[in-house]
């Protein structure tokens, strides 16, 4: 269930913006990565956080008045992180083999005509 909400988060752009800035600093305050991503204001930000966090794949700790939000790399992160692995890797495996079962080709016989 964890990971269907995780890949239903990751579904908007915005929200894998937030993602990718907060990959990149660590951390973020709302108002930090609301300035960070101009395309929405910081209320949408604040409601693409929650939607992020309730997923597991962002973590809030309050620090003073402000909460900083951080990429979770654990839990529903992990089952994206390891699926996408997969199917890529799945891709590559694939493609490698198909190459590996062609015939070389005559490249100098045919620059010759």
């Known amino acids: ?18 993602l990718a800035v907060l990959a990149e ?14 395309r929405v204001g910081r209320t949408a930000v604040s409601s693409h956080l929650r939607v992020l966090h309730t997923a597991g794949l962002i973590t809030e700790r309050r620090s ?12 529903p992160a992990q089952d994206v992180i390891r699926l996408l692995q997969d199917l890529f890797q799945g891709s590559l ?14 490249t100098a016989g045919s620059r010759a005509m």
């Open 1 to 18: 269930m964890g990971s269907d909400l995780a890949f239903d988060a990751l579904a908007d752009p915005v929200r894998r913006e937030i």
């Open 25 to 38: 600093r660590d951390e973020c305050s709302a108002g930090e990565l609301s300035a960070a991503i101009s």
């Open 64 to 75: 003073g008045r402000f909460r900083m939000y951080a990429v979770d790399a654990t839990g």
């Open 93 to 106: 495996d694939a493609a490698k083999a198909s190459l590996e079962s062609r015939p070389p080709s005559d």
